[in-house]
């Protein structure tokens, strides 16, 4: 951990914890995908929701994150691809309730939730913003900025993989009461309903009055 202190280490794991346990897209629709089909399948979405993540992290390192926030048509174009994906998510949930899945491939359906946790990470303007407004006040100016910036963006892809893993293992656990088709079409749509509510606070929060 060259170049940081463990206090502004200890401070960043901190700031970044909190803002994952903040109710959002990821908590939502790990939420679904674990209660519903099960762990195995939250734990590949999780994947996807980290390599995602860590995309985002290296890009506004690079100062690719910087450039979309900068220009109003790559990020409003980012933002509502985020918030359209979101609301098919949850519109899939609603309709699917599993029908199928579980005939596919293991594989398949691993696949599946890994890219969908890629994709909506990979469309959350959210998470660039806290790479270009939050990380850097963390870093040092006059030591190796670039590679702070890396390792504390490693660091946050960390911290939210755990939050994100923890909330497979906890949905995970009302599996085994949800294998009545009934009882999980019903937690389905009702966890379906918060992530198009939570799409819809999504957009709000990422217009531009609102950063």
Known sequence: MDGLALETLAAFILTSAVIELTPGPNMA?????????????????VAGVALGLGIVGIAAALGVAAAVTASPFLYET?????????????????????????????????????????????????AAVFYIAVLPAFTDPAGKVLTETITLSMVYVAV????????????????????DPRRSRIVRRVLSALLAL???????ATGRTAL
């Open 29 to 45: 629709w790990l939420a679904i995908v674990a209660a519903t089909e099960g762990r195995r399948p939250g734990f590949a979405a």
């Open 160 to 179: 939210a993989t755990a939050i994100h893993a923890a909330i497979v293992i906890l949905a995970g656990l009302a599996r085994h009461i949800l294998d």
């Open 78 to 126: 980012l933002r509502w691809g985020g918030v359209f994906y979101l609301l098919w998510l949850a519109w899939d949930g609603w309709r699917d309730g599993g029908d199928g899945i579980d005939k596919m491939p293991f594989g398949a359906r691993m696949w599946r939730y890994f890219r969908r946790g890629l994709i909506t990470n990979l469309l959350n303007p959210k």
């Open 198 to 204: 939570i799409a819809l606070w999504f957009a709000w």
